[in-house]
Protein backbone atom coordinates (compact mmCIF):
# COMPACT_ATOMS: atom_id res chain seq x y z
CA UNK A 1 0.00 0.00 0.00
CA UNK A 2 0.86 3.81 -0.25
CA UNK A 3 3.43 5.06 1.91
CA UNK A 4 4.28 8.39 2.97
CA UNK A 5 7.87 9.34 2.72
CA UNK A 6 10.08 11.45 4.91
CA UNK A 7 9.01 14.25 2.80
CA UNK A 8 5.41 13.87 2.45
CA UNK A 9 4.89 12.45 -1.23
CA UNK A 10 2.51 9.70 -1.93
CA UNK A 11 4.99 6.87 -2.57
CA UNK A 12 3.70 3.07 -3.91
CA UNK A 13 6.85 0.79 -4.52
CA UNK A 14 5.92 -1.85 -7.46
CA UNK A 15 7.76 -4.85 -6.41
CA UNK A 16 7.48 -7.29 -9.10
CA UNK A 17 8.48 -6.64 -12.57
CA UNK A 18 7.61 -4.75 -15.62
CA UNK A 19 7.03 -7.30 -17.87
CA UNK A 20 3.86 -8.37 -15.70
CA UNK A 21 2.63 -4.80 -15.36
CA UNK A 22 -0.29 -3.64 -16.94
CA UNK A 23 0.02 0.08 -17.92
CA UNK A 24 -2.36 3.03 -18.20
CA UNK A 25 -1.74 6.40 -19.11
CA UNK A 26 -3.55 9.42 -17.65
CA UNK A 27 -3.47 13.01 -19.27
CA UNK A 28 -3.46 16.28 -18.30
CA UNK A 29 -3.12 17.36 -22.47
CA UNK A 30 -7.26 17.41 -23.28
CA UNK A 31 -7.31 14.19 -25.40
CA UNK A 32 -10.56 12.67 -25.63
CA UNK A 33 -12.38 10.51 -28.40
CA UNK A 34 -13.67 12.43 -31.32
CA UNK A 35 -17.09 11.13 -30.33
CA UNK A 36 -16.92 12.21 -27.01
CA UNK A 37 -17.81 15.70 -26.37
CA UNK A 38 -14.95 17.93 -26.24
CA UNK A 39 -13.60 19.73 -23.29
CA UNK A 40 -15.27 22.57 -22.99
CA UNK A 41 -12.58 25.92 -23.72
CA UNK A 42 -15.39 28.75 -24.18
CA UNK A 43 -15.36 28.66 -20.24
CA UNK A 44 -12.49 30.53 -19.33
CA UNK A 45 -12.60 28.76 -15.31
CA UNK A 46 -11.72 25.73 -17.31
CA UNK A 47 -13.55 22.28 -17.74
CA UNK A 48 -13.44 19.74 -14.90
CA UNK A 49 -14.73 17.21 -16.45
CA UNK A 50 -12.50 14.01 -17.82
CA UNK A 51 -12.78 11.48 -20.62
CA UNK A 52 -12.24 7.72 -20.64
CA UNK A 53 -10.53 5.98 -23.46
CA UNK A 54 -10.53 2.50 -24.65
CA UNK A 55 -7.01 0.75 -24.59
CA UNK A 56 -8.05 -0.73 -27.76
CA UNK A 57 -9.42 2.63 -29.34
CA UNK A 58 -8.08 3.78 -32.46
CA UNK A 59 -5.54 6.66 -32.32
CA UNK A 60 -6.67 8.41 -35.19
CA UNK A 61 -10.20 8.57 -33.35
CA UNK A 62 -8.49 10.49 -30.78
CA UNK A 63 -8.45 14.31 -30.86
CA UNK A 64 -7.07 17.52 -28.49
CA UNK A 65 -9.30 20.04 -27.00
CA UNK A 66 -7.04 22.59 -25.28
CA UNK A 67 -6.56 26.18 -25.78
CA UNK A 68 -3.76 26.70 -23.20
CA UNK A 69 -0.92 24.69 -25.57
CA UNK A 70 0.36 24.44 -28.79
CA UNK A 71 -1.32 20.92 -29.73
CA UNK A 72 -0.75 21.56 -33.36
CA UNK A 73 2.08 18.38 -33.29
CA UNK A 74 -0.57 16.21 -31.39
CA UNK A 75 -3.24 16.94 -33.98
CA UNK A 76 -0.63 15.08 -36.54
CA UNK A 77 0.57 12.42 -34.06
CA UNK A 78 -1.33 11.82 -30.56
CA UNK A 79 1.20 10.07 -29.28
CA UNK A 80 3.48 13.00 -28.61
CA UNK A 81 1.43 13.50 -25.79
CA UNK A 82 -0.86 10.62 -24.93
CA UNK A 83 1.43 7.10 -26.10
CA UNK A 84 -0.79 4.41 -26.75
CA UNK A 85 1.43 2.81 -29.76
CA UNK A 86 4.72 2.83 -27.66
CA UNK A 87 2.71 1.51 -24.83
CA UNK A 88 1.44 -1.58 -27.57
CA UNK A 89 4.56 -1.70 -28.60
CA UNK A 90 6.40 -2.04 -25.06
CA UNK A 91 3.50 -4.65 -24.53
CA UNK A 92 4.43 -6.56 -28.00
CA UNK A 93 7.86 -6.50 -26.91
CA UNK A 94 7.40 -7.77 -23.55
CA UNK A 95 8.88 -5.20 -21.72
CA UNK A 96 5.46 -4.72 -19.63
CA UNK A 97 2.72 -7.47 -19.34
CA UNK A 98 -0.30 -5.48 -20.92
CA UNK A 99 -2.25 -2.49 -22.18
CA UNK A 100 -4.77 -1.45 -19.58
CA UNK A 101 -8.29 -1.69 -21.02
CA UNK A 102 -9.29 1.68 -19.62
CA UNK A 103 -7.40 5.36 -19.84
CA UNK A 104 -8.43 8.86 -18.77
CA UNK A 105 -7.59 11.88 -20.87
CA UNK A 106 -8.73 15.69 -18.85
CA UNK A 107 -8.01 19.28 -19.36
CA UNK A 108 -5.45 20.06 -17.00
CA UNK A 109 -5.96 24.25 -17.49
CA UNK A 110 -8.33 25.20 -14.80
CA UNK A 111 -8.97 28.44 -12.44
CA UNK A 112 -10.99 26.14 -9.84
CA UNK A 113 -7.90 24.62 -8.64
CA UNK A 114 -9.70 23.57 -5.48
CA UNK A 115 -12.24 21.42 -7.05
CA UNK A 116 -9.55 20.41 -9.26
CA UNK A 117 -7.63 19.08 -6.01
CA UNK A 118 -10.50 18.23 -4.19
CA UNK A 119 -13.15 16.46 -6.32
CA UNK A 120 -11.08 16.04 -10.16
CA UNK A 121 -8.17 14.42 -8.87
CA UNK A 122 -9.72 12.03 -6.71
CA UNK A 123 -12.55 10.97 -9.18
CA UNK A 124 -9.98 10.14 -11.71
CA UNK A 125 -8.11 8.21 -9.42
CA UNK A 126 -11.04 6.44 -8.17
CA UNK A 127 -11.80 5.60 -11.76
CA UNK A 128 -8.23 4.21 -12.82
CA UNK A 129 -8.20 2.39 -9.58
CA UNK A 130 -11.31 0.60 -9.78
CA UNK A 131 -12.47 0.00 -13.31
CA UNK A 132 -8.36 0.09 -15.56
CA UNK A 133 -7.25 -2.56 -14.11
CA UNK A 134 -3.66 -1.13 -14.04
CA UNK A 135 -1.04 -1.84 -11.73
CA UNK A 136 1.21 1.47 -13.20
CA UNK A 137 -0.07 4.60 -14.22
CA UNK A 138 1.65 7.02 -16.85
CA UNK A 139 0.95 10.10 -17.07
CA UNK A 140 1.66 13.25 -19.32
CA UNK A 141 1.36 17.08 -18.60
CA UNK A 142 0.79 17.89 -22.09
CA UNK B 1 -1.05 24.31 -15.37
CA UNK B 2 -1.19 21.08 -16.59
CA UNK B 3 1.65 20.30 -15.36
CA UNK B 4 1.12 20.69 -11.89
CA UNK B 5 -2.75 19.64 -11.61
CA UNK B 6 -1.17 16.50 -13.12
CA UNK B 7 1.24 16.24 -10.14
CA UNK B 8 -2.46 16.71 -8.38
CA UNK B 9 -3.63 13.77 -9.89
CA UNK B 10 -0.50 11.43 -9.74
CA UNK B 11 -0.25 11.84 -6.23
CA UNK B 12 -3.77 10.76 -5.56
CA UNK B 13 -3.17 7.97 -7.69
CA UNK B 14 -0.16 6.66 -5.79
CA UNK B 15 -2.37 7.16 -2.51
CA UNK B 16 -4.23 4.28 -3.27
CA UNK B 17 -1.77 2.09 -4.03
CA UNK B 18 -0.75 2.72 -7.34
CA UNK B 19 2.49 3.21 -8.29
CA UNK B 20 2.43 6.00 -10.86
CA UNK B 21 5.50 7.98 -12.92
CA UNK B 22 5.01 11.56 -14.79
CA UNK B 23 6.32 12.12 -17.41
CA UNK B 24 7.16 16.47 -17.79
CA UNK B 25 7.99 18.59 -20.14
CA UNK B 26 7.36 21.76 -17.58
CA UNK B 27 9.80 20.51 -14.39
CA UNK B 28 10.13 23.87 -12.55
CA UNK B 29 5.66 24.06 -12.43
CA UNK B 30 6.41 20.07 -11.75
CA UNK B 31 8.82 19.92 -9.43
CA UNK B 32 6.77 22.44 -7.18
CA UNK B 33 4.11 20.15 -6.61
CA UNK B 34 6.55 16.75 -5.44
CA UNK B 35 5.56 14.40 -7.80
CA UNK B 36 6.25 10.43 -6.72
CA UNK B 37 8.44 9.98 -9.49
CA UNK B 38 9.34 11.75 -12.64
CA UNK B 39 11.21 12.00 -15.95
CA UNK B 40 11.96 15.50 -17.50
CA UNK B 41 13.15 14.54 -21.09
CA UNK B 42 15.41 17.54 -21.28
CA UNK B 43 14.74 20.77 -23.82
CA UNK B 44 11.45 18.82 -24.82
CA UNK B 45 8.88 21.73 -25.69
CA UNK B 46 5.51 21.64 -24.12
CA UNK B 47 2.88 19.67 -26.45
CA UNK B 48 6.05 17.26 -27.41
CA UNK B 49 6.03 15.29 -23.91
CA UNK B 50 7.06 11.98 -25.97
CA UNK B 51 9.03 13.96 -28.85
CA UNK B 52 8.01 14.94 -32.46
CA UNK B 53 5.22 13.49 -34.78
CA UNK B 54 6.11 10.43 -36.19
CA UNK B 55 9.18 9.79 -34.09
CA UNK B 56 8.01 6.16 -33.14
CA UNK B 57 11.31 4.89 -31.83
CA UNK B 58 11.81 8.50 -29.26
CA UNK B 59 8.51 8.32 -28.54
CA UNK B 60 8.74 4.37 -27.34
CA UNK B 61 12.84 5.17 -25.65
CA UNK B 62 10.85 8.55 -23.62
CA UNK B 63 8.06 6.13 -22.18
CA UNK B 64 10.30 3.44 -21.96
CA UNK B 65 12.82 5.51 -19.63
CA UNK B 66 9.81 6.99 -17.71
CA UNK B 67 8.86 2.99 -16.40
CA UNK B 68 12.09 2.10 -15.78
CA UNK B 69 12.26 4.68 -13.29
CA UNK B 70 10.20 2.60 -11.07
CA UNK B 71 12.41 -0.50 -10.66
CA UNK B 72 15.30 2.39 -10.00
CA UNK B 73 16.28 3.75 -6.14
CA UNK B 74 13.51 6.00 -5.22
CA UNK B 75 13.55 9.62 -5.81
CA UNK B 76 10.10 10.81 -4.26
CA UNK B 77 9.69 14.61 -4.82
CA UNK B 78 12.81 14.89 -7.87
CA UNK B 79 12.20 14.71 -11.31
CA UNK B 80 15.05 12.93 -12.99
CA UNK B 81 16.51 14.43 -16.31
CA UNK B 82 17.73 12.74 -19.57
CA UNK B 83 19.31 13.67 -22.67
CA UNK B 84 17.49 12.82 -26.07
CA UNK B 85 20.01 14.10 -28.88
CA UNK B 86 17.54 12.92 -31.55
CA UNK B 87 14.85 15.15 -30.23
CA UNK B 88 17.05 18.43 -31.46
CA UNK B 89 17.84 16.81 -35.00
CA UNK B 90 14.39 16.01 -35.51
CA UNK B 91 13.76 19.81 -35.50
CA UNK B 92 11.91 21.52 -38.94
Same mark, same amino acid.
Given at each position: ??? @???????????????????????????????????????????????????????????????????????????????????????????? @??????????????????????????????????????????????? | ???????????????????????????? /????????????? /? &??????????????????????? /?????????????????????? &? /? &???
Amino acid at each position: MAQ @ISRKCVPFTPYERELSRATVALVTAAGVHRKDQPPFNIADELGDLTFRIIGGEDDTSDLMVTHHHYDHSEADRDINVVFPLVPLRELAREGF @IGGVAREHIGYMGYTMQLKQMYEETAPQIAEEIDKKSRADIIVLTGG | MCHRTVVAVQREIELRGLTTVLITVSPD /ASRQMRPPRALYP /A &GFKIGNSLGRPGMRELQTRVLRD /ALQLIKEPPRPGEIVEREYPEY &G /A &GEQ
